[in-house]
């Protein structure tokens, strides 16, 4: 089992920057990636980014590359998302999830097994 807590989200204007974190406990060697997902109403979830838990490679949408970074500090478990440049169209409610090894692609929300509470990111234009 493993459990997430977000926080960081709130309300920003456009072109500000919000710092996500995502504190990680439990089974953590069941691990392989940690990934961001955003969800707006009336929609499926979205691939925003992800990071290999055990050599921090990552990986991000298109829509968000360049503009967010994703990483992990192993020794306090926690995953971080940095947002900079945020735009009306980022507003969304973020999760973390969790990715145990060998589950599939990692842009398939589907393939997470353990998901965070969300925290939600507004952005003002």
């Known amino acids: 089992q493993v459990d997430l807590v977000e926080s960081g989200g709130g309300l920003v204007q456009a072109g500000g920057s919000l710092r996500l974190s995502c504190e990680v406990s439990g089974d953590t060697f069941n691990i392989e990636y940690m990934g961001w997902f955003r969800k707006t109403p009336g929609k499926e979830r979205q691939f925003v980014a992800a990071?290999?838990?055990?050599?921090?490679?990552?990986d991000y949408a298109t829509s968000v590359k360049g503009r967010f970074i994703i990483w992990r500090e192993n020794a306090k478990n926690t995953v971080y998302l940095q947002m900079d440049g945020l735009n009306p169209e980022d507003t969304a409610g973020y999760y973390c999830?969790?990715?145990?090894?060998?589950?599939?692609?990692?842009?398939?929300?589907?393939?997470?097994?353990?998901w965070g509470q969300g925290t939600q990111v507004t952005v003002s234009s």
């Open positions: 990071v290999d838990w055990t050599d921090g490679n990552t």
């Open positions: 999830a969790a990715r145990p090894p060998g589950s599939g692609s990692i842009y398939w929300p589907h393939t997470y097994a353990y």
